[in-house]
């Protein structure tokens, strides 16, 4: 079980990025799949998660409406588009899959190994 995060980049304040987690060797559709993040000197915070028929989708209050989780079974494939990027929205994003109890807690079964967004002033 593989997990490739990509789309990561450095964006001024105000811009947009989208993060892409492909799977390899399985398929996405079985699992809850989330983002976390990790800033520098802190520790790893919930994102966004998306249930497997991507019929409910679940935010950090920080992000909402500003991110939007999607996924694209037929590609095996999970996004997160982030508009109006802010400076604290720049740590390593990491894509996982699962079946936590709770989408929002970090008890999930596989990681990607994250993409870096940097977002300057």
């Known amino acids: 079980v593989q997990l490739q995060a990509s789309g990561g980049g450095s964006v001024r304040a105000g811009g947009s990025l989208r993060l892409s987690c492909a799977a390899s060797?399985?398929?996405?559709?079985?699992?809850?799949m989330g983002w976390f993040r990790q800033a520098p000197g802190k520790e790893r915070e919930f994102v966004a998660a998306?249930?497997?028929?991507?019929?409910?989708?679940y935010y950090v209050d920080s992000v909402k409406g500003r991110f939007t989780i999607s996924r694209d079974n037929t590609k095996n494939t999970v996004y997160l588009q982030m508009n109006s990027l802010k400076p604290e929205d720049t740590a390593i994003y990491y894509c996982?899959?699962?079946?936590?109890?709770?989408?929002?807690?970090?008890?999930?079964?596989?990681w990607g190994q994250g993409t870096l967004v940097t977002v300057s002033s």
């Open positions: 996982a899959a699962g079946w936590p109890y709770d989408p929002r807690s970090g008890k999930y079964d596989y």
């Open positions: 998306i249930s497997s028929n991507g019929a409910s989708t």
């Open positions: 060797g399985w398929t996405v559709s079985w699992y809850i």
